[in-house]
């Protein structure tokens, strides 16, 4: 366990956004999953009150970006 704390302190920028995006498709799988949940609802009246599309779109464009970015620059080795 100290051995990926002691790569993630050391590991390079291109890495760290890779990270980053990552964790933000994340965040966007959990918003879409949420959404589809909120829509299977059997009481209408009760939706709650994030807005789960706007999460999801600006999460998964975060997160794409910053994916575009690194990718090209672990691929050279940085």
Same mark, same amino acid.
């Given at each position: 366990?100290?051995?990926?704390f002691?790569?993630l302190?050391?590991a390079? /920028?291109?890495?760290?956004?890779?990270?980053?995006? +990552?964790? =933000? #498709?994340?965040? %966007? @799988?959990?918003a879409?999953?949420?959404?589809?949940?909120?829509?299977?609802?059997?009481?209408? /009246?009760?939706?709650?009150?994030?807005?789960?599309? +706007?999460? =999801? #779109?600006?999460? %998964? @464009?975060?997160?794409?970006?910053?994916?575009a970015?690194?990718?090209?620059?672990?691929?050279?080795?940085?």
């Open positions: 366990m100290l051995e990926f002691h790569g302190i050391f390079s /920028d291109a890495a760290l956004v890779a990270l980053a995006g +990552g964790a =933000f #498709l994340v965040l %966007a @799988v959990v879409l999953l949420a959404e589809r949940w909120r829509n299977a609802r059997v009481r209408i /009246d009760r939706i709650g009150w994030v807005p789960w599309t +706007g999460v =999801f #779109l600006f999460s %998964a @464009v975060i997160g794409a970006g910053l994916l970015l690194a990718i090209p620059a672990l691929l050279k080795g940085g």
